[in-house]
């Protein structure tokens, strides 16, 4: 039978964009054609979000990102000030951020493995990727830890993701934790579908063990603070890796203001990174020309790139980082603004 040790061996590595100036590289994919334009063209649109000193940048994602090796092309957009909020599924923050803040890794695997030895040596699989299910255990039972020491009630995601950047202060392992720097730098994180993740096992636990006063999220709250950080800002720009929950999560801000009575503002900017297919009307491949037909995005400043993830986001981010825009930029701190419990109110 096949041990854990046979299958976790060699850890996967995170671009560091710094050290990889992809300017030249777009600028000569300008003139080509086909994903090679639409990415040069999205690059582009991403730095002038960063030039725009009125706009906010709300960075999306969905899908295996960290664990494929982007979490160190996220930490150094959040460090250097290139995003201003995140939205974002569970996986990505909880089992794959913060797992590795707590000192784990994800290793090269392969995806012709039999997954019933794996299923044996405990072992789990994210298509080419593997990770270390006893450690993603623990990594749920920390956050079962940290919700045991809440003051029971209901909490945003952002809430509750900033309780874990609190523990981290004391307990982080890792050069390069988002929900880290996210805490230290007051740029939210939040996970409309909180549950959905290793998060969900932790609350899962914390509540079985607590069923007459326990910490639980509300997602109606996430909404109305993504809401208010889009009255906060006088302009906003998407970058959205993916799509799924968080695409339509930070799309519909803008919905949102019409609905509690203020005029509605449309994104701005939009950039959409993925390999989903329109034609089936599903929400992660529908373009960014449709989600004008609701009122959502503006058409003057958007693009699609029909690209994997792990090949387009550190070639747009290293355009960003390299071009230098966002040394000038202001940070927004939303976390700030957020943490005044006084609501804006609509001119009637």
């Given at each position: 039978?096949?041990?854990?040790?046979?299958?976790?061996?060699?850890?996967?590595?995170?671009?560091?964009?710094?050290?990889?100036?992809?300017?030249k590289?777009?600028?000569?994919?300008?003139?080509?054609?086909?994903?090679?334009?639409?990415?040069?063209?999205?690059?582009?649109?991403?730095?002038?979000?960063?030039?725009?000193?009125?706009?906010?940048?709300?960075?999306?994602l969905?899908?295996?990102?960290f664990?494929?090796?982007?979490?160190r092309?996220?930490?150094?957009?959040?460090?250097?000030?290139?995003?201003?909020?995140?939205?974002?599924?569970?996986?990505?923050?909880?089992?794959?951020?913060?797992?590795?803040?707590l000192?784990?890794?994800?290793?090269?695997?392969n995806?012709?493995?039999?997954?019933c030895?794996?299923?044996?040596?405990r072992?789990?699989?994210?298509?080419?990727?593997?990770?270390?299910?006893?450690?993603?255990?623990?990594?749920?039972?920390?956050?079962?830890?940290?919700?045991?020491?809440?003051?029971?009630?209901?909490?945003?995601?952002?809430?509750f993701?900033?309780?874990?950047?609190?523990?981290?202060?004391?307990?982080?392992?890792?050069?390069?934790?988002?929900?880290?720097?996210?805490?230290?730098?007051?740029?939210?994180i939040?996970?409309?579908?909180?549950?959905?993740?290793?998060?969900?096992?932790g609350?899962?636990?914390?509540?079985?063990?607590?069923?007459?006063?326990?910490?639980?999220?509300?997602?109606?709250?996430d909404?109305?603070?993504?809401?208010?950080?889009?009255?906060?800002?006088?302009?906003?720009?998407?970058?959205?890796?993916g799509?799924?929950?968080?695409?339509?999560?930070?799309q519909?801000?803008?919905?949102?203001?019409?609905?509690?009575?203020?005029?509605?503002r449309?994104?701005?900017?939009?950039?959409?990174?993925?390999v989903?297919d329109?034609?089936?009307?599903?929400?992660?491949?529908?373009?960014?020309?449709?989600?004008?037909?609701?009122?959502?995005?503006?058409?003057?400043?958007?693009?699609?790139?029909?690209?994997?993830?792990?090949?387009?986001?550190?070639?747009?981010?290293?355009?960003?980082?390299?071009?230098?825009n966002?040394?000038?930029?202001?940070?927004?701190?939303?976390?700030?603004?957020?943490?005044?419990?006084k609501?804006?109110?609509?001119?009637?």
């Amino acid at each position: 039978m096949a041990k854990k040790s046979d299958f976790l061996k060699t850890q996967i590595e995170h671009v560091d964009i710094t050290k990889h100036d992809t300017v030249k590289l777009v600028q000569a994919m300008s003139k080509m054609a086909f994903s090679a334009r639409d990415l040069a063209r999205a690059s582009d649109i991403y730095d002038t979000m960063l030039a725009d000193k009125d706009c906010a940048v709300v960075l999306c994602l969905a899908g295996s990102l960290f664990s494929a090796g982007l979490k160190r092309v996220v930490y150094d957009m959040v460090h250097n000030n290139m995003v201003d909020a995140i939205v974002s599924t569970g996986a990505n923050i909880v089992d794959q951020d913060f797992f590795e803040s707590l000192g784990y890794k994800h290793y090269v695997g392969n995806k012709w493995a039999d997954d019933c030895s794996l299923r044996d040596a405990r072992v789990d699989r994210i298509y080419d990727t593997f990770i270390d299910e006893d450690e993603l255990g623990e990594c749920d039972n920390t956050v079962s830890r940290i919700a045991d020491k809440m003051r029971p009630g209901a909490y945003s995601s952002r809430e509750f993701i900033m309780e874990m950047g609190r523990y981290l202060v004391k307990n982080n392992k890792s050069q390069d934790s988002i929900t880290l720097e996210c805490f230290k730098k007051g740029v939210p994180i939040f996970v409309p579908a909180f549950s959905d993740c290793s998060a969900g096992m932790g609350l899962l636990h914390h509540q079985w063990h607590h069923p007459d006063a326990h910490v639980t999220i509300d997602s109606a709250r996430d909404f109305r603070e993504l809401v208010r950080v889009k009255l906060a800002s006088k302009d906003t720009g998407l970058l959205m890796i993916g799509g799924g929950v968080p695409k339509n999560f930070a799309q519909d801000m803008t919905v949102g203001l019409e609905m509690i009575g203020f005029e509605p503002r449309m994104h701005k900017y939009a950039v959409q990174i993925t390999v989903a297919d329109e034609r089936d009307g599903a929400l992660s491949g529908s373009t960014l020309r449709e989600a004008r037909s609701w009122g959502k995005v503006q058409i003057d400043n958007e693009q699609m790139v029909f690209c994997e993830a792990t090949i387009a986001m550190p070639i747009l981010a290293g355009y960003g980082y390299h071009k230098g825009n966002w040394r000038t930029r202001k940070a927004f701190n939303f976390n700030k603004t957020l943490a005044e419990k006084k609501e804006p109110v609509a001119k009637r």
